[in-house]
């Protein structure tokens, strides 16, 4: 089974940043890479992701502030968190599939334990 593990979650105040990372158990180079983040009584959304062969989206409300990048020699993906806003508060999960990314949670073979971002105003 692959485990995903992530860190670098926490409590910034408005316009801090933080920086996320998953280490997977397996080798990524074949993999899409997600991020997707939850709040309670909300649907599980996709924040960014990074196709097997580079291709990268983000949502458009982090759009310009969040940055990911995959690392298949160290088997990691990195979110990396500016501007933090308030409405980015969430549980975080890292996320992985076979070659490339798609939009839906239930397409996704397997899922980090997830790490809290908290942003105060």
């Known amino acids: 089974q692959v485990q995903l593990v992530e860190s670098g979650g926490g409590a910034v105040q408005a316009g801090g940043s933080l920086r996320l990372s998953c280490a997977a158990s397996?080798?990524?180079?074949?993999?899409?890479m997600a991020w997707f983040r939850q709040d309670p009584g909300k649907e599980r959304e996709r924040v960014a992701s990074?196709?097997?062969?580079?291709?990268?989206y983000y949502a458009s409300s982090v759009k310009g502030r969040f940055t990911i990048s995959k690392d298949d020699d160290k088997n990691t993906a990195t979110l990396q968190m500016n501007s933090l806003q308030p409405e980015d508060t969430a549980m975080y999960f890292c996320?992985?599939?076979?070659?490339?990314?798609?939009?839906?949670?239930?397409?996704?073979?397997?899922w980090g334990q997830g790490t809290q971002v908290t942003v105060s105003s």
């Open positions: 990074v196709d097997s062969d580079g291709g990268i």
């Open positions: 996320a992985i599939r076979n070659w490339y990314c798609q939009e839906a949670p239930w397409q996704y073979t397997d």
């Open positions: 397996i080798r990524t180079y074949s993999k899409c």
